[in-house]
């Protein structure tokens, strides 16, 4: 991890004022930022992603007092939601202002906001508001992870370096990132409805309702009519180009042993102390679901990158502390071929 400086910070904020990208750390993964006020370095995203166009931005902002340039007719849940968790994981869906391109929010009327809690995306963010902001004074950075589409989503800075290279014109390095999947989306943009739950994270259901008194739905499906298109929804995301497989505990001792009978090469990600037979390559992830989900993305890329013919993940408890892992597994799974 090298030591950004205010040089890099004052070049950064340059950068993307001039609608060029700029990868940065936050608490969750590393994003791909571009001024999200200016559709042409919007464009860029989705070109060094290979993502689809109508496929919706998160914008990161400073401080809930930029929240207004974004979102309109704004629910007192999203004040007392900011008040409690930004800067933190949590993205707010609400309805976009008026002045918000369409190529920020994937042609929607609504958008997502958030305020990272890295304490780099926050220097970033404020010199960049400080500076003026982006175009028509808008200050928010669009920022999806840093990878190409549908892929492991990097918690590192050499993980981005490794997978876009020089599509990004800068990579601000903070480190490893502290909580390690993408952050919790809750849809606030139904006048008088419920919120709704779009995307589980690291703040949970249970802490929500604490703050605004009710807990927040969960769709029936994610292409429920009036649902909006949020990040990381597909079916098939965070996934490894080797096939991977989600194996119960007591069941991994028997596909170990027919891997072995057709001699195909397997790699391990295991949370449990097990005694199995040396693999191919192996990970070992904490057995506590913060801890896990802190390590999930760089064993995946570790052990993708190792050559093997499968990947065998050891599955997670089921209980409600782990859900946000179990989203992330159950997609990585789905987009490697394999469930």
Known sequence: ???????????????????????????????????????????????????????????????????????????????????????????????????????????????????????????????????????NGLCGIAAPSANRFGRISPTDAGHVRAELGDAVTLVLDGGPCHVGIESTIVDLSRDGMPPRLLRPGHITPEQIERVIGEMPELPDTMKSAGVPRVSGSLDAHYAPRTPMRLVAKQGLAQAVEELQRTKRRYSLLMHSDLSLPSAHSHCQLPDAPDGYARGLYAALRELDQAGGDVILVEAIPENPEWDAVADRLRRATCGSGME
């Open 1 to 135: 991890m090298s030591d950004p400086t205010n040089r890099d910070l004052a070049q950064a904020v340059r950068l993307l004022q001039a609608g060029e990208l700029v990868a940065f750390p936050t608490e969750t993964v590393y994003g791909l930022g571009a001024d999200a006020a200016n559709p042409e370095a919007v464009a860029k995203i989705f070109a060094a992603k290979g993502r689809p166009a109508d496929h919706p931005l998160i914008v990161h902002l400073a401080g809930a007092g930029h929240l207004d340039q974004w979102a309109r007719d704004i629910p007192q849940q999203a004040w007392d939601l900011a008040e409690a968790f930004w800067p933190g994981p949590l993205t707010l869906i609400l309805k976009r202002a008026p002045g918000v391109p369409k190529a920020v929010t994937g042609g929607q009327d609504t958008v997502g906001v958030r305020v990272p809690a890295h304490p780099l995306a926050l220097a970033l963010l404020r010199a960049y508001a400080q500076a003026g902001g982006g175009r």
